[in-house]
């Protein structure tokens, strides 16, 4: 078993639970409340810039110039081409990016972009990857699992068919090689760090959803 093989059966469980979720039930269903869907993709536009950050930092920590550049081009993709996608749905809506960015995050957008931030900046480049890789993966398991049911609702469509696409299959996949190839040698211990990091942000995964679901707000 590949290392990366190991990773995803220790968050199978967390998974699972995001497949059965509500908000992702009601993406193939269409009836998933448009409202809890803008509040997610506002969110998530909120959660991919801190996110791009992260990998521009992830890049620098690297002694590897291929995943320096690989990473610097991750930085950018995220912050264009996501951009992109959010855009078509927040063009629809009527709201701007003044809109956007001017919108505070929820309790868990700033829960997962402060914990990767911190893991990136205060721990060794391996667990960070550890830290960032479930944002790629899960995504694309979730997108490829939607896309054999489909969506009524062309908005919710056009959401699985870009996590599902053969561009991102490509990010995800040099994503994975470069966990594999740096975190292959690692000893035990270390390897669990990454373990550890990947299920955290796995759980933080799910709770990204359904903070959408719900709307979530600051309870003061």
């Not at 990773?7 to 039930?25: D, G, Q, R, S, V």
């Not at 992260?54 to 996501?82: N, P, Q, Y």
């Not at 550890?130 to 997108?143: D, K, M, P, T």
């Not at 009524?152 to 469509?157: E, T």
Request: proline share 4%; charged share 20%.
């Amino acid at each position: 078993m590949n290392f990366t093989d190991s990773l995803w059966k220790n968050i199978e469980p967390t998974y699972n639970f995001i497949l059965k979720h509500p908000f992702i039930l009601g993406l193939t269903s269409g009836k998933l409340n448009e409202n809890a869907f803008r509040f997610y993709i506002i969110q998530d536009a909120l959660y991919l810039k801190e996110f791009g950050r992260g990998l521009a930092l992830l890049g620098a920590r690297s002694d590897d110039d291929e995943d320096l550049m690989m990473f610097s081009e991750h930085a950018k993709t995220a912050i264009i081409v996501e951009r992109a996608l959010h855009k078509g749905f927040i063009d629809a809506w009527g709201l701007t990016w003044y809109d956007v960015e001017n919108t505070e995050p929820s309790p868990n957008c700033l829960l997962y972009t402060s914990y990767l931030l911190r893991v990136v900046y205060s721990r060794p480049y391996y667990e960070a990857l550890g830290a960032f890789l479930s944002c790629y993966w899960i995504y694309w398991e979730v997108g490829k699992a939607l896309l054999e049911q489909g969506s009524p609702n062309k908005l919710y469509q056009r959401w699985i068919d870009t996590y599902a696409g053969e561009e991102f299959a490509k990010t995800v996949q040099d994503m994975l090689s470069t966990v594999e190839r740096t975190c292959n040698p690692l000893n035990s211990d270390q390897k669990d760090l990454v373990a550890k990091h990947f299920g955290m942000t796995a759980k933080f995964e799910y709770l990204f959803w359904d903070m959408g679901y719900n709307c979530q707000q600051w309870p003061v």
